[in-house]
């Protein structure tokens, strides 16, 4: 069992920054792809960032390139998506997920996550 919490989520004017946080715990050989994924109100939720632990690779979805940045901190079990420069656009819950990685890099397709956290609200205000 993997257990994921998110935090840091909130309400922001657009431009400025927020750092969401993903506490892992469980077992650690079915988490070593960590993902995060939002769902705006009335969309599909979609990849944001990922990170593979194995080789600290990274991946981002396109509206989110050079702005986000996907980190972590193995000390504390935690992974991070520092969001600068956010937009109206980016309003959604965002969700912390986990992937196995065994034999495959998630990198952004969540069909491969299959431990999800309860997400964090992220409002962006024009």
């Known amino acids: 069992q993997v257990q994921l919490v998110e935090s840091g989520g909130g309400s922001v004017q657009a431009g400025g920054s927020l750092r969401l946080s993903c506490a892992a715990s469980?077992?650690?050989?079915?988490?070593?792809?960590l993902g995060w994924f939002r769902r705006a109100p009335g969309k599909e939720r979609e990849a944001v960032a990922a990170i593979y632990l194995g080789s600290n690779a990274t991946f981002y979805a396109g509206p989110v390139k050079g702005r986000f940045t996907v980190s972590r901190d193995n000390a504390n079990d935690t992974v991070y998506l520092q969001m600068n420069s956010l937009k109206p656009e980016d309003t959604a819950m965002y969700f912390c997920a986990a992937a196995p990685c065994r034999t495959v890099v998630a990198g952004l397709d969540q069909r491969e996550y299959n431990y999800w956290g309860q997400g964090t609200q992220v409002t962006v205000s024009s």
């Open positions: 469980g077992y650690a050989y079915s988490r070593k792809c």
